[in-house]
């Protein structure tokens, strides 16, 4: 169960209060990611996305360009950026006080999205795996990292992914990342175990289960569930059909840590923490 301490990481110039978790709210500037609802292509569906993040309760929105879904094709450094230069100026122009954060695993994306853009948090599904200067650019800009588990790329992540022991080799992971990271001066380090990256169903769901260990890190620890094929895959369904089941998935997550999740449906998960902070505070 949660441990009801205050905690805050730097966005800015600001404390974020964690204590109460909070919601980050997806933006895909992708044509591909695996839930079609959440491909945002043109000006106006950019600006109205930010805008019903931010007017359903969402602390942060989360900006991607590069469709990080099992077996996704690649694109190249200049398409991402391309991609978000054009994403981010709507959204700072839209919503000009939202936090942001942006999902890329490349240190000159990163560099260009907070230099350029002002661009709160990097979102790093790679934990630095896939470019040897994350870990030294996001010192240098000094803003928050969440960083993921995943075993290989996005590319071949599910071939048949394999652990000895699962849980050793995360937590062995995330010690060993976070001493390179303190060791460079990052101060604000958020942890996420990457369901669904380089994990079969049941890799998944054993995390799920010991989801609590993770607060030995004293980090920060995000979770994203959000119609994901552990749920629609165990049920038979697909994504468009797996409100339910996230909304479950989450409601686990936060009774056992979560900090912060990350979403399609904003309002669905604020309302999710309202009632599971009430039940752990009575």
Known sequence: MKT??????????????????CVMGILNLTPDSFYADSRMQTDDEIARRACQIV??????????????????????????MDRLRR???IVRRTVPDAVISVDTFRA????????????????????????ADMFSTVAQLNVPYIMMHMQGTP?????????????????????RKVQQLHELGVKDIILDPGFGFGKTLDH??????????FRIFGLPLLVGV????????????????SLNGTTVLDTLCLMKGADILRVHDVR???????IVEKMLRS
Do not use: W
């Open 4 to 21: 009801l301490e205050t905690k805050y990481i730097n966005v800015g110039g600001r404390l974020m209060d964690l204590s109460t978790p």
């Open 55 to 80: 007017d359903e309760g969402g602390a942060i929105i989360d900006v991607g360009a590069y469709s990080s879904r099992p077996g996704a094709a690649d694109v190249s450094p200049r398409e991402e």
């Open 87 to 89: 994403g981010l100026e």
């Open 108 to 131: 000159d994306v990163a560099r260009m999205c907070v230099e350029e853009y002002g661009v709160d948090i990097i979102n790093d599904i790679a934990a630095g795996e896939m470019d």
């Open 155 to 175: 590319q071949n992540m599910q071939h048949e992914p394999h652990y000895d022991n699962l849980l050793r080799e995360v937590f062995l992971y995330f010690a």
């Open 204 to 213: 998944n769901y054993q995390l799920l289960a010991h989801l609590e260990e």
């Open 226 to 241: 959000s119609r994901k094929s552990m749920i629609y895959r165990l049920l038979g369904t697909t994504p468009q059909e």
């Open 268 to 274: 669905q998960a604020v309302e999710t923490v309202q």
